[in-house]
């Protein structure tokens, strides 16, 4: 068979999610907005002597250097969306930097936990007047960013089915599943959803302590928010872990391939689906079959699932037919 034959058959491994670049792009303003806003409080604290301001700024750091996680990976998958080194493509490398955030999360979720049991137990005097115009610039900021970073959509794009034996499947429209979501883009909205959170609390506990003289409000506020944002951590350990070690993203589709291929006395022998990327799913699939048809038969039956993005089909006749 001459190579211009075999270049017919053959197909690249693109499965980034559909909104990739807009994705990418709204995490850089939100990267920039926090930047300012950090630089702003750190340096206003140093000059006005309010250790406040600085807390809040340095607090405020560990979220963009998450956030800068998320952006970087968001460049290097597409970037190297095309590399032959990555047998699937780059797509899962979003959730790789989303379950790094989640980490990341988790760390800060006990450092503010820690913190506030210490101030509960040995309160210090709180500066109202600095601290409150701080958590409320701190909490518009947050919830600008949170804003930015929502999810307009989790359908992915149709994709261009291929004939040969590793065909891209066309997704059907429908509604969309987990598996399409864009996990690094959630754990850069859930860095900035805790800041909110934990500004909101604070502004509570600031708003309590100065007009009720209840300072221990201040503390308690950054439990809670510490117990918030370590169930949020968890939620993402959960669901980008869960990708990393390919488990099986959705029953629906599972249950859609198998009722297809098993007809006419066909049977599967094998079934292994797993993410490849946001709103991508890949399939190998072994069938056992009395009356064996060529793979391409096979994978017309799955073209309207949606999501099955790419299909290796096994076709084994059983013994004696």
């Known amino acids: 068979m001459h190579s211009q034959s075999v270049d017919a058959f053959r197909h690249d491994h693109f499965f980034l999610g559909a909104d990739h670049d807009r994705n990418e792009r709204k995490t850089r303003i939100v990267i ?57 493509g780059t797509g899962k490398l979003g959730d790789l930097a989303a379950f790094t955030s ?38 518009a900021v947050n919830l600008t960013s949170a804003w930015l970073l929502r999810d307009e959509h989790d359908h992915a794009a149709p994709l261009r089915p291929h004939d040969d034996d590793h065909a891209h ?15 690094n883009l959630r754990a850069a909205y859930v860095h900035v959803l805790a800041d909110a959170a934990v500004s909101l609390l604070a502004v509570t506990g600031l708003l309590a302590g100065r007009q009720l003289g209840w300072i221990w409000m201040d503390p308690l506020m950054g439990i809670a928010g510490a117990c918030v944002i370590a169930n949020w951590s968890w939620g993402l350990v959960r669901a980008a872990g869960a990708v990393l070690l390919d488990l099986r993203p959705d029953a629906a589709l599972a249950a859609g391939v198998r009722e297809r291929l098993e007809r006419n006395g066909d049977r599967l022998a094998d079934l292994h689906l797993w993410r490849i990327g946001p709103g991508h799913a890949a399939a190998i699939v072994s069938i056992v079959s009395d009356r064996p048809e060529p793979p391409s038969r096979y994978k017309a039956l799955l073209a309207d699932l949606r999501g099955l993005s790419h299909v290796t089909i096994e076709v084994v006749p059983c013994p004696g037919h």
């Open 32 to 88: 920039i907005l926090c930047g300012v806003m950090m630089l702003a409080e750190i340096v206003g604290g140093a000059l006005f002597g309010s250790m406040a301001l600085i807390a809040d700024g340095l607090h405020m750091s560990t979220h963009a250097a998450a956030l800068l996680i998320a952006a970087l990976a968001y460049v290097y998958a597409r970037r190297h969306a095309r590399d032959e080194r990555f047998v699937f």
């Open 102 to 139: 989640a980490i990341i999360l988790a760390l800060i979720a006990l450092l503010i936990g820690w913190e506030s049991v210490g101030r509960l137990l040995r309160p210090v005097p709180i500066a109202f007047d600095e601290a409150i115009p701080v958590a409320v610039l701190g909490l």
């Open 169 to 183: 499947v066309r997704p059907a429209s429908g509604r969309a599943h987990a598996h399409h979501r864009d996990l």
